[in-house]
């Protein structure tokens, strides 16, 4: 049987726009919402939209939070997406402090409002990428603007997993994280036009290197 990368539906997030992004690709992508869904899968997106207690609590009901776990030990790619990026990580202070996924030490932490800058950060910004030869920023420029919406931002706790920093008023935060075999962006590449596809076509081959 072939094998898919697997999207998570646990009923938060753009699940269609993301779908779309990858069957550009001709790439065999599947929607699953269940731990058999896990089976077969080469890599995994885990897309998020909105509160990150909420999240974890839709993930924690269909034990999708233990299939995300067991998959990372496989060393097969995962993709977090904006609010699924920030899930990867140990806590997040958003309505009290929440316990993530843990895959990745770090907290989620509140973005600082300025007269110039409010709540929610709906900017299509760069992104300064921090390791240039990084296989998921191939093909980026420096001067490449992409699609943010959120008002919290994921902080590792080692420098060393930051792959860019998007800046927001005087604060750069990471707008791209990578852990192994673990990826997240806090913007949406499936709606940053041509430079998100990149990026894209990009984790579609890193999920082929390790097929």
């Given at each position: ?19 779309a ?24 997106v ?38 699924g ?9 958003e ?7 843990n895959?990745?030490?770090g907290?989620?932490?509140k ?79 499936e ?21």
């Open positions: 049987m072939k094998k898919h990368i697997l999207v998570l539906d646990y009923g938060v997030g753009n699940i269609k726009s993301i779908l992004a990858f069957k550009i690709f001709d790439t065999r992508v599947k929607l699953g919402s269940s731990a058999a869904d896990f089976q077969n899968a080469k890599a995994l885990l897309p998020g939209v909105g509160a990150f207690q909420h999240g974890m609590i839709r993930l924690k009901e269909g034990n999708l939070d233990q299939e995300i776990k067991n998959f990372a030990t496989l060393d097969k790619p995962i993709l977090g997406i904006c609010l990026m920030q899930m990867l990580f140990t806590n997040s202070e309505f009290g402090s929440s316990s993530g996924l895959l990745i030490n907290s989620v932490r973005l600082q409002p300025s007269l110039q800058h409010k709540l929610p950060n709906i900017s299509w910004s760069q992104i300064h990428a921090e390791h240039s030869t990084e296989p998921l920023l191939q093909g980026i420029n420096e001067s490449d603007c992409f699609y943010h919406i959120h008002s919290f931002y994921a902080a590792p706790d080692n420098e060393k997993y930051v792959m860019a920093n998007t800046k927001y008023s005087n604060k750069s935060y990471c707008s791209i994280v990578k852990k192994g075999n673990i990826f997240g962006c806090q913007f949406h590449p709606k940053s036009g041509k430079q998100g596809l990149k990026i894209i076509n990009n984790f579609v081959g890193i999920s082929n290197d390790h097929e």
